[in-house]
């Protein structure tokens, strides 16, 4: 009941977390008719205790209260659950399912293209548990429509982030948190999209864009973001896979908040998201223009804050990773015209997105400016496994900002 109440007073403040912008996402789609089916290892109660969209009763057994809302009046006040909303509403179907990533993607990638209809998701209880499914992204997700002429609205949640979080002495893999990353390199890589093609100026190749790439790959940091993604898979005229590097830490992220008036009519999705404070406010005078991509964004900010450079580091963030906003880099590099430019990860520089992003940068700023890596160093691991070496790799990326 405290995560309820936590909620209720979000509510009451027209305040969003990252599972109220989930749930609204999917409460809204369910409203207007659109069947979501959410399933993968953990994913009633979320594995990192955040969606709890089944409720378990602690004393009597067996019993849930999963779709619908409880019997009891009095309950009922509490709780309202997604399957009940109103009369005339979509079913919502969400069920855990066994550690079998490869088994349960191909059956919910048949189902998506078996219901373009629906907004089906499958989520994996890390990121790299999605590296078990590999054969269903390589011939089946990736490549689906360019083999047999199908298309497939598919989404894929990949919870990402190096949070230099030990687990309990109890679990198999005393590992740092960052070891279960997603490998986001590795999808980026099967993107069939052209870096050397720089798009024209023409505001309906946002979604021609979007047709003709074979997946969208995005790393949201708001609410609202999340929100707008998800609903914009089935506003979309046609279908495509969707890939989102989802949070870990930035679920409770006290910034990472978003308003109710960021999720209403004549709102959608940023593909970028400029940046903001005094650097924005005085470009001419900015040093360093920075993009990036998740929870880095936070780091950085709280570090610029810290050293007092708000006002000469600008640090934009690039939500939709894959396709390229090509046009929208352009737009915040004109802004900051005299800055130096910067790509800035905390993953590794053979992971992430620096191998990606890189070449389309070059292409975006036409070969003018040059794009400068912040980050770790090349690793053959996601994280390092060790506290004190995280901690190092840490500060030392921070000190590059």
């Keep these: 009941?405290?995560?309820?109440?936590?909620?209720?007073?979000?509510?009451?403040?027209?305040?969003?977390?990252?599972?109220?912008?989930?749930?609204?996402?999917?409460?809204?789609?369910?409203?207007?008719?659109?069947?979501?089916?959410?399933?993968?290892?953990?994913?009633?109660?979320?594995?990192?205790?955040?969606?709890?969209?089944?409720?378990?009763?602690?004393?009597?057994?067996?019993?849930?209260?999963?779709?619908?809302?409880?019997?009891?009046?009095?309950?009922?006040?509490?709780?309202?659950?997604?399957?009940?909303?109103?009369?005339?509403?979509?079913?919502?179907?969400?069920?855990?399912?066994?550690?079998?990533?490869?088994?349960?993607?191909?059956?919910?990638?048949?189902?998506?293209?078996?219901?373009?209809?629906?907004?089906?998701?499958?989520?994996?209880?890390?990121?790299?548990?999605?590296?078990?499914?590999?054969p269903i992204f390589d011939c089946m997700v990736a490549s689906g429509q360019w083999k047999w002429v199908r298309q497939c609205g598919l989404?894929?949640?990949?919870?990402?982030?190096?949070?230099?979080?030990?687990?309990?002495?109890?679990?198999?893999?005393?590992?740092?948190?960052?070891?279960?990353?997603?490998?986001?390199?590795?999808?980026?890589?099967?993107?069939?999209?052209?870096?050397?093609f720089l798009p024209p100026d023409d505001p309906d190749y946002v979604v021609r864009q979007l047709r003709d790439i074979n997946w969208i790959i995005a790393n949201c940091t708001t609410p609202a973001n999340l929100f707008h993604v998800l609903r914009r898979q089935i506003k979309l005229p046609f279908r495509k896979p969707l890939l989102i590097c989802t949070p870990k830490s930035l679920l409770r992220h006290p910034e990472a908040r978003s308003k109710f008036d960021e999720m209403i009519d004549g709102t959608e999705f940023k593909r970028i998201i400029p940046a903001t404070g005094p650097a924005s406010e005085n470009a001419d005078n900015v040093k360093k223009l920075v993009f990036c991509s998740g929870k880095v964004y936070y780091d950085f900010m709280k570090e610029a804050k810290e050293k007092k450079i708000e006002d000469k580091i600008a640090i934009a963030r690039v939500e939709q990773i894959c396709p390229f906003p090509y046009d929208l880099v352009q737009q915040e590099a004109k802004k900051y015209h005299k800055a130096q430019i910067a790509w800035g990860q905390e993953e590794h520089k053979n992971s992430g997105c620096w191998t990606y992003v890189n070449p389309r940068f070059e292409t975006a700023l036409k070969g003018e400016r040059d794009i400068l890596y912040i980050g770790r160093a090349p690793s053959s691991s996601t994280a390092s496994g060790n506290k004190i070496q995280y901690q190092k790799e840490y500060e030392s990326l921070l000190e590059e900002l």
């Design 1 to 134: 009941m405290r995560v309820i109440h936590m909620r209720q007073e979000m509510v009451k403040n027209h305040t969003a977390d990252w599972a109220i912008g989930e749930a609204l996402a999917i409460g809204s789609l369910l409203q207007e008719g659109t069947h979501v089916r959410l399933s993968g290892q953990d994913v009633q109660r979320g594995t990192f205790s955040h969606r709890h969209h089944t409720v378990h009763h602690q004393s009597k057994a067996n019993t849930k209260y999963t779709y619908s809302s409880p019997k009891s009046p009095k309950l009922r006040k509490k709780l309202r659950y997604l399957k009940d909303l109103h009369p005339n509403q979509a079913p919502y179907s969400i069920c855990n399912s066994p550690i079998s990533e490869y088994g349960i993607l191909g059956f919910e990638h048949g189902y998506s293209m078996a219901n373009p209809d629906s907004l089906v998701i499958w989520e994996a209880q890390f990121g790299d548990f999605a590296n078990n499914a590999q």
């Design 155 to 196: 989404v894929v949640l990949l919870p990402h982030g190096l949070e230099g979080i030990h687990f309990p002495p109890i679990s198999v893999r005393l590992l740092l948190m960052g070891l279960f990353s997603t490998r986001v390199e590795r999808f980026l890589q099967l993107s069939s999209d052209d870096p050397d």
